[in-house]
């Protein structure tokens, strides 16, 4: 294959399909060449094209919550009391510096993430 910009949609689909053949390469092979700038031009096309927006603090919390199994009476101490914590969560209050080191500590989330700004309820 040519390797040539990624322009349209027809040239995406066709560097993911030979990109599917040739991924398991060696590396420092020709083909194995080909699919790592293959892999990197379809990256930035995807990063153009369908960016993934991250979700927002409050969010991110609870998905982090989900995937190590913690409840939101887990978070009592953490963010603070259990008013605390059902407020933070319903997005009723928002979270201090103090509760973002914390959460960055004991969650291992990214405080560049949770100082993001977001809505709060009404």
Do not use: H
């Amino acid at each position: 294959m040519e390797i040539r910009p990624i322009k349209t949609e027809s040239d995406y689909e066709k560097a993911l399909e030979r990109l599917e053949v040739i991924f398991d390469a060696a590396p420092n092979t020709k083909e194995g060449d080909e699919a790592e700038i293959l892999s990197l031009l379809i990256d930035n096309y995807e990063n153009q094209f369908f960016p993934i927006e991250a979700p927002d603090p409050i969010e991110a919390i609870k998905i982090r919550m989900e995937e190590m199994n913690i409840k939101q009476k887990d978070l009592i101490g953490i963010i603070g009391g259990k008013s605390s914590v059902s407020e933070i969560l319903s997005k009723k209050k928002r979270l201090t510096v103090g509760m973002i080191r914390e959460l960055e500590r004991v969650l291992n989330i990214s405080a560049s993430v949770l100082v993001n700004n977001y809505q709060l309820s009404k």
